[in-house]
């Protein structure tokens, strides 16, 4: 009898663009500049992307702007989420207890740590000229660098499904 194999493909086949953006900023900060800079109107969604990982409610920060006119979808999203953890150690004695803090650094995709922020372009055209955004987004004064990255080097592109 012969051996049946399923094999299981990445059924991910949404057509996006990362820009990756390297900047000190508050995640509000950087959506102000980018409305200002590239005349997007970026707002902060209701509901964070959310994840619990061991245990830990993750929150990352989410900006969108649906641009209707050019069927386009800017979202953009924190790479970095710092929580506490809150654990309690006997410190000897009896009745003695010592709390202590514990902060942890989770990253949205963890092959780019070094990354502040994702700019997560979604569009049904191919209208979005991403070497004119990328000089523009270069051109503001805190960003460091920002550069494309290709959707094969993206290993954790689940992470990237924010509806």
Known sequence: MGKHRLVLEDDFKEDFQILAIHSGV?????????????????????????????GLEIQFPLYEFKDNTKYTIYNLISNTCKSTTANTTASGGLFE????????TT???P????????L????????????????EVNKMKPVISSYLIENEHIKSKNNLIFN
């Open 111 to 118: 092959e780019y740590k070094k990354v502040d922020y994702f």
């Open 26 to 54: 508050e995640a509000y900060k950087m959506a102000f500049y980018l409305n200002k800079y590239l005349e997007l109107r970026l707002k902060r969604r209701r509901t964070d992307l959310e994840y619990s990982k061991d």
């Open 120 to 135: 997560k372009i979604t569009s049904e055209h191919e209208q979005v000229s991403i070497k004119n955004l990328l000089s």
């Open 107 to 109: 990253y949205l995709i």
């Open 97 to 104: 207890l010592t709390p202590s803090e514990e902060y942890i």
